[in-house]
């Protein structure tokens, strides 16, 4: 079923960032988004990660359209079937790595144990299987982006929204990184969607668009 | 629950709460220090009143002076629901004059003074639990000045056990039972009483002395075998106790061939918790007795009492009230530090409500810990305060020349730190509701776009 975007539109008051856009991302399929600043990638991203409403338009995620929902089932849907992964990596300082990819479980109550075993595959598959109790303060930034890969395929999204995801990493943890975020959603079958400058992230995904004048090209 | 997870973890980590935790644990040992003292100076006034009085007085009606005291009487009483124990008493009034310890004579009459007789049944008296033992002295204790006596000195005195024995010894068969008894403390064949401790203070009069006490019905003569301090001074100044056959011969109450032998009523105590208003009228109605409790009698004392502990506790509620001022401005800050955290929470799916219980947890917690951790603490300040006092200033918190008690006037009763946890979790609860609400506003969009 995939995304599937179809007339969406978002403005400002006496700016108009995105106009009558269309997209569809099938299950497993990595989009790449480029564009230069200003054009409204992370606006787009906002909008299909449900975090701004959209002025227009429908946003269809395995076949339910997801634009007209309540801000508690816009919440829900976010915790349930999109996961994020940030430029800055957003984990919460206050936990280990293993607590930071638990947090959309224990915000959805899925039983611990399970979400537990999950977790430490997922950790364990990138290699963080020994650091998985480690002050997060102490990890670098691929562990970092790493752990937060994890949290955000935890709960199996069906989309996975990806913001600049190796814009603060060395190019050869930025590659390493990159590879275990392409692997690991096409194995879960998530959509994924990742909006970037680097020149790599395009070369891997299956399909890479340009954000200009509003829609995608 | 999220709410709990990181509600718990931020308490943990953050030193501002911390200092909540610290604010409210001071508040409440603060107050619970504070109402542990004036319930305590309640606890001992009303001891101290009660020990001059039973739970109900059943007296003659009013131009009567005296009563047969027959057992069909007391069984009437006695079986009253929710009476415990009862027991006979005259009171009157009679000059007392020491005698002069030459010649058998009696002291000059400016030594004389006004007493105020109660005669009991020992026996009888001892169930009624009208005389606390903490209150009878040793028998040299006449020192006004003198500190606190130590627990295995009181109750020395005369109505006690021990006193019950010396009764029989000196030759008043008025308890019976008493079995085999220690050789006796002394050969004097007078029968004892206790008197007010402001007498032998003011008169001269010492344990040992022989007294005569007359009425213009009777006189008998006594010796001083202890003191008590009720407190009070108008009670110490003139209660004489003695036992009721003496006080029987002392009114004109005695057994003779035309009456049985009389009393001016009978005390009756309940059992806690009893409505003693109810069983006063219950009294009434068998007995035709005129009843009436304590708090009649004298219950303002108490009742002033009560009401200046009350007066502490509104102070102590508007400080726990300014304490939450703390905790407000604990959580807003807490809040501002974890905006970022609670953006990235509601980014990625946590509900408003999820991210409002967060704060509203660690409140609780806060509140509910803080509290009971001052409980603790009050509770363990409280019994070192005098002896703390004793040390730092060479002198007693409470002075007993003040209290005429040597029981220190602290109460454990349990409902004032209930009260203050309950309240300060209640308003806790209320303090964070504001930062806990802007937390849930935090747009999570906004948060993201600067963090990336």
């Known amino acids: 079923m995939g995304l599937a975007v179809s007339g969406l539109a978002k403005g400002y008051p006496g700016l108009s960032v995105l106009r009558d856009l269309d997209l569809a991302v099938a299950d497993g399929e990595v989009v790449a988004i480029r564009g230069q600043s200003g054009t409204g990638k992370s606006t787009l991203l906002h909008c299909l990660g449900l975090l701004d409403r959209a002025d227009a338009g429908a946003i269809m995620l395995g076949g339910r359209d997801l634009a007209p929902l309540t801000a508690a089932a816009r919440a829900d849907a976010r915790a349930r079937h999109i996961g994020f992964v940030f430029q800055a990596f957003n984990l919460l300082l206050e936990f280990d790595a293993l607590e930071n990819v638990l947090i959309p479980a224990r915000i959805l109550g899925l039983p611990l144990a399970a979400a537990t075993a999950e977790a430490r595959a997922l950790l364990e598959r990138i290699g963080l299987g020994t650091r998985m109790h480690a002050d997060v303060r102490t990890l670098s930034g691929g562990e970092r982006q790493r752990v937060s890969l994890c949290r955000a395929l935890l709960t199996k999204p069906a989309l996975l929204l990806a913001d600049e995801p190796t814009g603060n990493l060395d190019p050869a943890t930025a590659k390493i990184v990159l590879d275990e975020l392409v692997t690991l959603a096409r194995d879960r079958k998530a959509s994924v969607v990742i909006v970037t400058h680097d020149g790599e992230i395009a070369k891997r995904a299956d399909r890479t668009l340009e954000l200009r004048e509003g829609r995608l090209w | 629950m999220l ?32 109402m542990g003292i004036s319930q305590g100076f309640v606890d001992v006034m009303e001891r101290q009143v009660r020990a001059m009085e039973s739970d109900l007085t059943a007296e003659p009606s009013p131009g009567r002076y005296a009563v047969d005291d027959t057992s069909e009487r007391r069984r009437q009483i006695a079986e009253v629901p929710g009476v415990v124990a009862v027991g006979p008493f005259i009171q009157t009034w009679a000059l007392m004059t020491p005698r002069s310890g030459v010649g058998d004579k009696l002291a000059d009459s400016r030594y004389t003074v006004m007493a105020q007789v109660d005669a009991v049944d020992w026996a009888a008296d001892t169930r009624l639990g009208r005389v606390d033992p903490r209150m009878l002295h040793a028998a040299n204790e006449m020192d006004l000045n003198a500190p606190p006596m130590l627990p295995e000195r009181r109750g020395t005195g005369f109505l006690t056990p021990d006193w019950r024995d010396h009764t029989v010894l000196i030759g008043l068969s008025v308890i019976a039972g008493a079995g085999a008894l220690p050789p006796p403390p002394r050969s004097s064949p007078i029968p004892g009483v206790v008197v007010g401790r402001e007498i032998p203070y003011s008169q001269g009069i010492t344990v040992g002395t022989q007294v005569r006490l007359e009425t213009t019905t009777g006189k008998v003569r006594a010796e001083v075998s202890d003191t008590l301090a009720s407190g009070v001074y108008e009670i110490d100044r003139m209660a004489v106790f003695m036992p009721l056959p003496l006080g029987q011969r002392l009114a004109d109450m005695h057994a003779t061939d035309e009456r049985p032998a009389q009393v001016g009523g009978y005390r009756a105590r309940l059992a806690d ?48 009230f300014i304490t939450v001022f703390i905790v407000y401005a604990v959580f807003s800050t807490l809040v501002a530090e974890k905006r970022h955290d609670l953006g990235v929470l509601l980014g990625i799916g946590a509900r408003p409500r999820q991210v409002m219980g967060v704060f509203l947890v660690a409140s609780l917690v806060a509140c509910g810990i803080g509290s009971a951790l001052g409980w603790a603490l009050g509770w363990a300040v409280l019994p070192v305060l005098d002896p703390l006092w004793w040390w730092l200033f060479d002198k007693p918190l409470f002075p007993p020349e003040i209290f005429y008690s040597s029981e220190l006037p602290i109460s454990f009763d349990p409902q004032w730190p209930l009260l203050f946890l309950g309240l300060m979790s209640g308003v806790g609860l209320l303090a964070a509701l504001l930062p806990a609400w802007r937390a849930s506003r935090i747009d999570p969009a906004a948060i993201l776009r600067e963090a990336d």
């Open chain 2, 273 to 320: 918790g009893v409505d003693a208003r109810a069983a006063a009228a219950a009294v009434e109605e068998r007995s035709y007795l005129w009843v009436r409790t304590w708090r009649q009698r004298r219950g303002n004392l108490v009742a002033s009492a009560e009401q200046q502990r009350d007066l502490m506790l509104v102070q102590m509620i508007v400080i726990q």
């Open chain 2, 3 to 34: 709410a709990w997870y990181i509600g718990l973890r931020y308490l943990r980590r953050r030193r501002a709460a911390w200092l909540a935790l610290a604010a409210i644990t001071l508040t409440v040992a603060a107050s619970v220090v504070v």
